[in-house]
């Protein structure tokens, strides 16, 4: 079955950086579209990062120019670069295949 295992977050100040990372196993083909997602205390849950299997990418307009969403098909792993952080970016961030979900990592910035 397919698991999604997030890591990479953290503490970390308004304007620094971080890399969420999202280890996927269990697929026995290559890696379908993948998302990022965030989920800030008392909200729903918003995809803003996307990524197809020819690497396209799309953005939620709130992150354009300071999330970058990639992914590395030797590896099994897709991955988020946070540039900028904004306390508003203090969330738990999930990836998903659209079907399945990792437990997720808490970002918090402060």
């Known amino acids: 079955h397919v698991q999604l295992v997030e890591s990479g977050g953290g503490l970390v100040q308004p304007g620094g950086s971080l890399r969420l990372s999202c280890a996927a196993s269990?697929?026995?083909?290559?890696?379908?579209?993948m998302g990022w997602f965030w989920q800030p205390a008392g909200k729903e849950r918003e995809a803003v990062a996307v990524?197809?299997?020819?690497?396209?990418?799309g953005y939620a307009d709130s992150v354009k120019g300071r999330f970058t969403m990639s992914s590395d098909d030797a590896k099994n792993t897709v991955y988020l670069q946070i540039n900028s952080l904004k306390s508003d970016d203090t969330a738990v961030y999930f990836c998903?295949?659209?079907?399945?979900w990792g437990p997720g990592t808490q970002v918090t910035v402060s």
């Open positions: 269990g697929y026995t083909y290559s890696t379908p579209c």
């Open positions: 998903s295949d659209f079907n399945n």
């Open positions: 990524i197809d299997g020819e690497d396209s990418t």
